[in-house]
């Protein structure tokens, strides 16, 4: 599949050299831990807004994907772990554990393995029904078009292939090389 992913300007390049790696991604995401996609431009273009010049430039990966067995879900399903459920739906649980330690107050992730045997994907595909984002905003809001995310969890299900860099024309954004 190729399929999308925004990155502000100052990290594509880096993103470009050394890959996509879910190693680094944060564990505080909707769907957990990994590499997010979209097949829609739109939808990725969201996590390239910069405060500091929001009518700015933007960059935008053409990633090739391989998905592998995707599970698919409709629910918004908070902190799920770092790693694809089965092919049941389970997943691995995380809670979040506060600590103090010497008089400073340290926040971690334990993550419980899932209780079972089933078989494990090797992705996911988000299609809430309510999940949307604004063409004129390019921000995440609920009436806007549909979009689905595609969720990695193995930095080697991906490659970016293309740079894609948008600039702002009369309210339309306009690919440039």
């Known amino acids: 599949f190729y399929l999308f992913h925004g990155v502000p300007r100052s990290v594509a390049r880096l993103v470009t050299l050394s890959g996509l790696d879910s190693r ?32 700015g430039p933007r960059t935008l990966l053409l990633v090739r994907a391989v998905l592998g067995h995707a599970y698919l879900t409709a629910e918004m399903e908070k902190k799920v772990g770092r790693r694809a459920p089965c092919i049941a739906g389970h997943h691995d649980t995380v809670e979040e554990i506060t600590e103090n330690v010497n008089g400073q107050v340290h926040v971690r992730d334990r993550i419980t ?9 090797h992705s996911m595909l988000a299609s809430p029904p309510n999940a949307r984002v604004s063409r004129s905003t390019n921000q995440s809001q609920v009436d806007g078009i549909p ?6 969890y193995s930095h080697v299900q991906c490659y970016p292939e293309y740079v894609i860099h948008l600039v702002p024309r009369s309210r339309v954004w306009l690919a440039a090389s």
């Not at 505080?28 to 590499?35: K, M, Q, R, T």
């Not at 979009?147 to 990695?152: K, P, T, V």
Request: net charge negative.
């Open 147 to 152: 979009c689905s995310e595609f969720l990695l």
């Open 113 to 121: 393995p899932r209780p079972c045997d089933h078989a494990e994907c």
């Open 24 to 55: 680094l991604a944060a564990s505080d995401n909707y769907y957990g831990s990994g590499v997010y996609l979209a097949d829609d431009p739109e939808k990725a273009a969201v996590y390239t807004y910069n405060k500091d010049n929001p009518n």
